[in-house]
């Protein structure tokens, strides 16, 4: 590969302004306050935890933030290599002055400290936005999430639906549906209004996606109305239920969502294949991993009863990317998502990337969204993806196919942004 | 990697004249007679469908070829990125005098009426097998298909039996096969019969292979007597199988088809991995994909039953390369064969192309096969595939391992072409 | 890739001595005799025999050693292409003066010689540690290994446990284990006692780790007092077991060993994925395939149930590599573990070494094992993997990250070495 066409179509592709369509900022406090805010993503607790350093002094009540930023450095030096701790040094070079190889017991203090003056301007929020490019960002919210307070046309809402499909039995889930939405939901009927309204709610709020994530177990299919109405009434009166109702339960929500988002004209982002708590003891957010062992087969009814609405489909498994481009290639309705989670490392989204630009449709990718929990992280983390992406451009369509360095931006472009928009109707 | 060493490597393996071990080419009507040949393969329909072209604009009744070519080419635009695409362009600039960027709304025309002219020649299948350095070409044939008028030792007959093995219930499979063996298959002796039959029709038509296209759950494994009798009269008499009647029945007669295999010195080409009619209101051969949750293990009882009989294995999960490259450096009657389908494209193929390179006798693999339905198509997919090869040949061999130049041609002329000699005894 | 770079850090990665954490080495007869020993390899009689070689020509009884290589040699050109043969020519010219392209028919008299002459040498043992780097060598013992008449500090015992958890029923396996630890084994407790008595012998012998090869579909799981007494009782008595007896049997033994490596806090090598005896009809060790259908999902309640054990885990599908990548990421006790059988070669440990370096700790991977049976193997083996470590730490993290060398070359020594020690508390 040439590093010249490599950095000139790196350089075109870093001056595209961005529209980030999945993050689990909160739009009240979408930047970071200290140091501690971005060294407590699940990201690096995690890992110092998974190098020895023990939950209850990460997860300690009360911890004063700048001791637990001291408590993480400690455990760094052994995270070095990941490509993770490369986002946080990005972070701190790009946004807080430093020029260190490596942040460590001896100069972290002072990254603390510029860090929490500069993070104290009443304009940081807006300076992160602006350094980043991020023109709009989507966000997760709860089904139950008022949509006030804040300027729903830089963060967009986007319906997170976990909790209806997989958590109804719990009584709070049932409290918050009923407290938000007025409705009983002790029959199915009643459930399907109640689940209307949260789609009235956040259409009038400019939603632009429906989204979940799925075990790698879950096979979506349409259940007859008299079993909804069994297993949702059971539910509203608060009896155990077999797997098997449990099963139909999520399988009546999560079809009954499907159908709303026809109705709603809404993208439904699905995000498919983790199993939640699988390491009981782990910190916060730092408990999930899954099984390989999951196909998009289970999802072909549902792709095919909802022709008109689109499912912008993530996959955990990196082995799920050539089912996820095939089903792209044949299925109208379906597009290629982002690299998720543990997908989201150099090796496997460079493979990635390369296997859907050689055989998805170029208006049916959506190339990267951060997956951040704080402004910050946008920066370092499309930064990755756009290293990768022209890479890919360089070698396998300038020098591979011969296209023009233009043409190859166009589709960088189209792949970074140009979708996004169309495919959420921005 | 030196480009010049890649250049002068990739020169050799262009200068070989193939046999193409699988396509689906019609002897009758081998070449193409317009562009809508071409263009109506499907991997464009099912991709400008998938971009949204409806369906019944592209399988309009009595549609002129001309106006279907328009249609596709308003799509084209989508497609651009794809390998898919790159084949077209690249038949149109070596076989149509195309010499554009793109094929075009403003430029599709002049693009079809030269076409037209050149396939209007009397000599245009010659012109195409020769610029093509095509020599032979395997078949794809109908088990009641005659094998007359045309050149078996051009074209290659190869025995297709997913009919016989998955659909052997229904009516006109019965009749055909009736028709075709004068047996009444009422027994499953008298089955046997009829298929030994079929046997003996093909080798004396110069027959290279048996092949047949497998579920993801196919688990062949052997049937006892008295089982066949039961399900083989069920299924003469007309009557429903159930599942289990169902798969005993496909068993029976593959392991039957194995059987004559062995008898006849025929290689048995197994395509595993496809689930069909996935996309049930897809366009016509785009409605297919597959659960990668299967494994070669399924097969194991065969392999170990047929030491006498070579099984050259496509698999369409990407995720079954290794295992495919496992089973063949350990079973002596197992080969690698091509690559398939949705693994057809160069990131998938490098990586697997290169796996087996390091890991499968170079006696035991078939490199390529086109899968095309018209002749145009080796060209363009061959030459996708010689690149690779060169590439590989040229990292792996001569500059990872030091191997002279000359030597990793052979290599590469081995696994183009000789093997397949070997292999299918030509 | 600057060629002067990576050339620069192969040299220092070159430079280590090593432990080599997995062999079967045969502490009494460590290094080759003949030539025999070496092309005896399951590498290469598998293969031989996969082109065509017949079993009984490979395993003649009382067949010479010289006429066997020249048996194997007549089939090694259908083999060159492996990475497997390029060992056997490092071998051949690294240690015996070969300084051809290829062993042949017509050369490998003079090296078979010539090898003989060198091994015949009293210190050639020691030459080839010497030669290649080797500092400790890790064991493969059965658990009725005397562990004596070798030093143990040399060659390190590992308790490999394969026998005790699925070969308990076999009358030869109880008798061996009664003879060892003098214990009946006619009750759950029994046989813990005596498990715990391999224990104590393998402690007192300098036992590094307790290891075990794992088939794909086990899943390991507690068993209740009263259920592990029934199934141990009735295997005592020679009594057939269910597969439910069974597979709750294999899960009591594998707990008890789990639960003894906690107390006598041992590391536990699970090497997951095998099926043994898949082509009967194979050569010795040459016989046994995979079913990529498993996940480590499989061992989480393992990985939950002893948060004290290290777990270093080799897979044996590669596409179980990412499942290992993020369990070792989220759980403190499991490490990576090499690049295992059919795993190992070029195209796979590249992509594997590649995203572990990139998410997993730096301090949680063991970069490589040799698996030798002979001594001789482990410098074309480690050589293969130093090279492609070079490769990745030259891309990786020196061009693409920035790195010094000094840095990128730290973190290969901890692959490489440094984790080893730590891993094993050596």
Request: net charge negative; with cysteine.
């Given at each position: 590969?040439?590093?010249?066409?490599?950095?000139?179509?790196?350089?075109?592709?870093?001056?595209?302004?961005?529209?980030?369509?999945?993050?689990?900022?909160?739009?009240?406090?979408?930047?970071?306050?200290?140091?501690?805010?971005?060294?407590?993503?699940?990201?690096?607790?995690?890992?110092?935890?998974?190098?020895?350093?023990?939950?209850?002094?990460?997860?300690?009540?009360?911890?004063?933030?700048?001791?637990?930023?001291?408590?993480?450095?400690?455990?760094?030096?052994?995270?070095?290599?990941?490509?993770?701790?490369?986002?946080?040094?990005?972070?701190?070079?790009?946004?807080?002055?430093?020029?260190?190889?490596?942040?460590?017991?001896?100069?972290?203090?002072?990254?603390?400290?510029?860090?929490?003056?500069?993070?104290?301007?009443?304009?940081?929020?807006?300076?992160?936005?602006?350094?980043?490019?991020?023109?709009?960002?989507?966000?997760?919210?709860?089904?139950?999430d008022p949509l006030e307070g804040f300027d729903t046309s830089l963060y967009i809402p986007c319906l997170r639906t976990d909790d209806l499909v997989f958590h109804l039995t719990k009584p709070e889930t049932q409290e918050r549906l009923q407290k938000v939405t007025g409705e009983i939901?002790?029959?199915?009927?009643?459930?399907?209004?109640?689940?209307?309204?949260?789609?009235?709610?956040?259409?009038?709020?400019?939603v632009k996606a429906c989204a979940i994530s799925l075990p790698p177990d879950f096979a979506p299919a349409p259940v007859d109305a008299a079993r909804a109405h069994t297993v949702v009434t059971k539910a509203h009166q608060g009896k155990e239920l077999s797997c098997d109702e449990s099963?139909?339960?999520?399988?009546?929500?999560?079809?009954?969502?499907?159908?709303?988002?026809?109705?709603?004209?809404?993208?439904?982002?699905?995000?498919?294949?983790?199993?939640?708590?699988?390491?009981?003891?782990?910190?916060?957010?730092?408990?999930?991993?899954?099984?390989?062992?999951?196909?998009?087969?289970?999802?072909?009814?549902?792709?095919?009863?909802?022709?008109?609405?689109?499912?912008?489909?993530?996959?955990?498994?990196?082995?799920?990317?050539?089912?996820?481009?095939?089903?792209?290639?044949?299925?109208?309705?379906?597009?290629?998502?982002?690299?998720?989670?543990?997908?989201?490392?150099?090796?496997?989204?460079?493979?990635?990337?390369?296997?859907?630009?050689?055989?998805?449709?170029?208006?049916?990718?959506?190339?990267?969204?951060?997956?951040?929990?704080?402004?910050?992280?946008?920066?370092?983390?499309?930064?990755?993806?756009?290293?990768?992406?022209?890479?890919?451009?360089?070698?396998?369509?300038?020098?591979?196919?011969?296209?023009?360095?233009?043409?190859?931006?166009?589709?960088?472009?189209?792949?970074?942004?140009?979708?996004?928009?169309?495919?959420?109707?921005?």
């Open positions: 590969m040439s590093q010249e066409l490599y950095q000139r179509i790196l350089t075109e592709l870093e001056s595209l302004v961005l529209i980030d369509p999945h993050t689990h900022i909160n739009p009240h406090s979408a930047a970071s306050t200290t140091l501690a805010d971005i060294m407590g993503y699940h990201y690096y607790t995690e890992l110092a935890h998974s190098t020895g350093l023990p939950k209850d002094q990460i997860e300690e009540p009360g911890l004063d933030p700048k001791e637990k930023v001291g408590r993480l450095v400690e455990k760094l030096h052994t995270l070095e290599n990941t490509a993770q701790v490369s986002w946080l040094l990005e972070i701190c070079r790009e946004f807080f002055d430093f020029d260190g190889e490596m942040l460590t017991p001896k100069n972290w203090e002072q990254v603390y400290d510029t860090a929490s003056a500069k993070m104290a301007q009443p304009d940081w929020e807006q300076q992160v936005l602006k350094q980043s490019k991020l023109e709009q960002v989507f966000l997760t919210n709860d089904f139950d939901c002790g029959s199915a009927d009643e459930l399907r209004t109640a689940i209307g309204k949260l789609f009235e709610h956040f259409t009038a709020n400019n099963r139909d339960l999520s399988c009546f929500v999560f079809w009954t969502l499907a159908e709303f988002c026809s109705e709603y004209n809404l993208p439904f982002d699905l995000m498919i294949g983790v199993n939640r708590r699988v390491y009981e003891e782990g910190v916060y957010q730092g408990q999930d991993l899954y099984d390989k062992r999951t196909s998009l087969i289970q999802y072909s009814k549902l792709f095919n009863a909802f022709p008109n609405v689109t499912f912008p489909v993530s996959v955990l498994s990196q082995t799920s990317n050539q089912e996820l481009v095939s089903y792209s290639w044949i299925f109208p309705n379906v597009v290629t998502n982002g690299h998720w989670w543990y997908s989201n490392i150099p090796a496997y989204i460079e493979l990635d990337c390369r296997s859907r630009l050689q055989a998805v449709p170029q208006t049916k990718q959506i190339g990267y969204y951060s997956d951040m929990y704080k402004l910050e992280f946008a920066l370092p983390k499309f930064a990755m993806y756009r290293r990768i992406l022209a890479k890919v451009l360089s070698e396998d369509f300038v020098q591979g196919r011969g296209w023009s360095e233009e043409k190859a931006v166009s589709l960088g472009h189209l792949t970074l942004r140009g979708n996004v928009e169309t495919i959420f109707q921005m």
